[in-house]
């Protein structure tokens, strides 16, 4: 039991001791938890203050945050979050307006990629020139766009956070770089224009000081750019011009452009003309200098004053021309009281043989040289012109009297007499002059030409190298020639030309050879015209080329219906102008006659004279052998009258030498018409050529030809020129066979 107390008594004690460390620890425990309570509390107090924060954080964070999304969404610019290798973690939309891309598209690729690559390395070397000091760096490249077009980029970058990467924003400036490239252009296009100008070009300021000038003003002064900085305003311009100059110079400071002409002396000491143009510069409204355009236009002033001179003056003499001639004559009508003066109206006879014979330099000589001796025989204060060709008018003013005209007159008529050495050869020829008075002849200039004009015709037609007074008897001849020329343009047109045709005889035989066709022109009331009188006229008017084919190809038709109605054939000779010879085609102008009328070329003979010939010896030649080609006779019709050669002579391809009737009418009673036939036959028969004589009139004659073995001949001794119908009859009549002992032929 004791044993059982006692152990009751030790558990109790136990327990007692058990309950005592357990009091113990709570009391402790109690301490501890007080304590802890404590750190609890302030545990708690302190997570409250840091939870409150943290919800302050991210409210402020949350904001944040929509600030950025709605700048990252908003945003015009692009806003890029990019890596240290240009890899793109964030980007704002605006990206999908600018590039074309939307922010997928472009979020995890490099920049690089949609940057030209010619790019790449400067924007690489500008973001890796970001240090601590220079957190900030902006640079311009270029980004090819989704659509294939290029934008350009203005970058402002910066460090962020402490990963190696940067935020950067980037603003389209392709307007604004496209506007610069434009204005850029523009200035370097404007700078060309300035530098490279074929005219000089310089800037002053208000003061007139030279701000700057292009090369053109230096090669135009021989200044160079710094001697022209130097230079006063005014050293350039001629003293005599200076203070124009300034006024120009000042109206343009008061806003209005200025042209005008001066002149400048070079470096060099040569003062040449210019045409000058000065321009305001204007800045925001104002006038703040003037621009200087000069151009050199000595040469174009020197051509202008060259054609004025030749407005006014004959450049081959130098002589007033028919404007200024016109010009004096109608001041000294206009004065009052106009004193008598008087017009002689001058032609030098053969010039134009001279021009074919020796040649347009030795023509144009020969003018100079008249012009000269005319100036020399005149006062000095009367006009000497020329109107052209080789036509000359002196004006005689304040004459004295009639006679003294006569006696200018004569000594102009003795001055072009003399002899002129033109390049080796001693040339004389003469003038016709013909004169008006005023006012006696005319109160006008073209009633004054006019009238000396056909006093001269007159002395011309008359007895060239002569001089006439005008009478008004000389305007109804005019009056008819013109009315001739008039009539003869439509003559052709009205049928109004006739062939008649003389006989050409071989007085050996009777037999008719040949014929000879001569053109007649009846006139409706002037009755029938014979060749003298209207072939020179057609020949002025330049219709005798249509004339002269008519006379061939009617000639050759006549020719061809005789031989169709089995007469006897004969050559039919044809008379062919000087203009038709040297004219080129000449021969296919034939051709087309004969393949017209059928006529053979041998039943054609040509006849042109020495002077016709020798007009366009050159051309004639080359038209005769090609003639001679074909088949055609050639005679030279009245030998001995022209001008021609032996040595010409012998080189043409002719066939026949018809002996001009001048020498044949006198023969029997003039020794030396008679020697000058009978050498003539005999160089003919030397030559192997042919021999005509023509207007044989007397049975002595053709016997004195005879005798001499010339057979060939023609005259009123066999008929003169017969209408066709007769000739017709007369080749029907025997056989084309005439009695050459008979009296001449009676023709109606």
Known sequence: ????????????????????????????????????????????????????????????????????????????????????????????????????YNRDEMTGRSLGEFMLPEDLPGSIAAMQTMAPDAPLINFENRYRRKDGSVVYMLWNATAFGNQGRLIAIGRDITAIKH???????????????????????????LNGSLIESNPALERLTLYSSDELMLLDKRSLVIPQEQQCNLDYFGAAL????????????????????????????????????????????????????????????????GLPNRTLLGERLR??????????????????????????????????????????????????????ARLGGDEFVVVLENIESIESVSKVANDLLNAV????????????????????????????????????????????????GTFRFFNPAMNVAMLERLLAESDLKRALERKELELYYQPRIDVSTGFIVGVEAL??????????????????????????????????????????????????????????????????????????????????????ELEITETSLMKNIEASVVNLHELKRIGISISIDDFGTGYSSLAYLKKLPIDTLKIDKSFISDLIHDADDASIVTATIALAHNMGLEVVAEGVTTSAQMEFLVDRNCNAMQGYLFSQAIPVDELTQVLKKNLGRMDVHRSPVAVS
């Not at 610069?180 to 800037?203: C, G, I, K, N, Y």
């Open 179 to 205: 506007t610069s490239l434009q204005l850029e252009e523009s200035e370097q296009r404007l700078r060309s224009l300035f530098d490279h100008h074929t005219d000089a070009v310089f800037a002053r300021d």
């Open 331 to 384: 001041h000294v009508i206009e004065q009052r009281h106009a004193h008598q003066f008087a017009i002689l109206f001058m032609d030098l006879n053969r010039f134009k043989m001279v021009n074919d014979t020796l040649g347009h330099d030795k023509g144009d000589l020969l003018l100079k040289m008249t012009a000269n001796r005319l100036r020399n025989a005149v006062r000095e204060g009367d006009t000497v």
């Open 1 to 100: 039991m004791k044993l059982i107390d006692e152990r009751l008594v030790q558990g109790l004690k136990s327990d007692l001791q058990s309950a005592q460390q357990n009091a113990l620890r709570a009391d402790t425990l109690n301490k501890t938890l007080d304590v802890n309570r404590g750190q609890l509390q302030e545990a708690y107090q302190r997570t409250e203050i840091e939870l409150a924060q943290r919800r302050l954080a991210e409210r402020h964070l949350t904001a944040a945050m929509e600030v950025s999304q709605t700048i990252m969404h908003y945003s015009l610019d692009v806003i890029a979050l990019i890596d240290s290798a240009g890899e793109v973690h964030e980007i704002s939309n605006s990206v999908s307006s600018i590039w074309g």
């Open 417 to 464: 007499a003399q002899p002129f050495q033109l390049g080796g050869h001693e040339l004389t020829i003469s003038t016709s002059i013909g004169c008006s008075i005023y006012p006696k002849d005319g109160a006008d200039v073209a009633t004054l030409l006019k009238h000396a004009d056909l006093a001269m015709y007159q002395a011309k037609e008359l007895n060239p």
């Open 519 to 604: 053109v007649r022109w009846r006139h409706p009331e002037r009755g029938l015209i014979g060749p003298d009188d209207f072939i020179p006229i057609a020949e002025e008017l330049g219709i005798i080329g249509e004339v002269g084919e008519w006379v061939l190809n009617t000639a050759c038709s006549q020719n061809r219906a005789w031989q169709d109605a089995g007469l006897l054939p004969v050559k039919m000779a044809v008379n062919i102008s000087a203009y038709q010879i040297s004219e080129a085609g000449f021969a296919d102008v034939l051709l087309r006659g004969l393949e017209a009328s059928g006529l053979s070329p041998q039943w054609l």
């Open 254 to 317: 008061n806003g209005v452009p200025q042209n005008f002409r001066s002149a400048l002396e070079r470096k060099d000491g040569s003062v040449i003309e210019v045409d000058i143009a000065y321009v305001p510069t204007i800045v925001n409204g104002q006038v703040v200098g003037v621009y200087g355009i000069v151009r050199d236009i000595t040469a174009a002033a020197n051509y202008e004053r060259h054609i004025a001179y030749l407005a006014t003056h004959d450049e081959l003499t």
